[in-house]
């Protein structure tokens, strides 16, 4: 089985979405993963604003990453995001997995958006553990 720190990296590599959107991982622990990514003029919705889908899909890459830091093909089952405040172009956004419980088969994970200090969004899922090994 692959070791918990080299997953998220290999799961990156193979990720032609989140590493479109730009994202790096800054920190990686068993259970837990940091990434970061900035805002571009081309994910900007029609107000001028971030697409709501852009701190959605980093939170949803942070949460994926610690959840198959475990060893397991990890799978998302359900996820929700609650959108604190607008972005903009250029911000800098990180996202960590904070919370995490583990059962047998289900992962649990609360994900915090951040810019800067400023928590901006707060993102939940839920993840189902499967039998493969990451290799």
């Known amino acids: 089985m692959m070791e918990a720190t080299k997953i998220p990296h290999k799961m990156l590599s193979q990720d032609a979405f989140s590493t479109w959107l730009g994202i790096?991982?800054?920190?990686?622990?068993?259970?837990?993963c940091k990434v970061a990514?900035?805002?571009?003029?081309e994910m900007l919705n029609s107000m001028g604003k971030a697409h709501g889908g852009?701190?959605?899909s980093l939170a949803d890459t942070a949460f994926g990453f610690a959840a198959n830091t475990h060893g397991k093909y990890a799978v998302?089952?359900?996820?929700?995001?609650?959108?604190?405040e607008a972005l903009n172009e250029g911000d800098y956004l990180t996202a960590e997995s904070v919370i995490e419980k583990v059962n047998n088969k289900l992962g649990f994970n609360i994900v915090e958006v951040k810019r800067g200090g400023?928590?901006?969004?707060?993102?939940?899922?839920v993840v189902y553990r499967t039998s493969k090994n990451w290799e």
């Open 24 to 32: 790096k991982i800054l920190e990686v622990k068993l259970g837990r």
């Open 37 to 41: 990514m900035t805002v571009r003029k």
């Open 54 to 56: 852009i701190s959605y």
């Open 76 to 84: 998302s089952i359900e996820t929700s995001i609650n959108h604190i």
């Open 118 to 125: 400023e928590l901006v969004a707060l993102f939940k899922g």
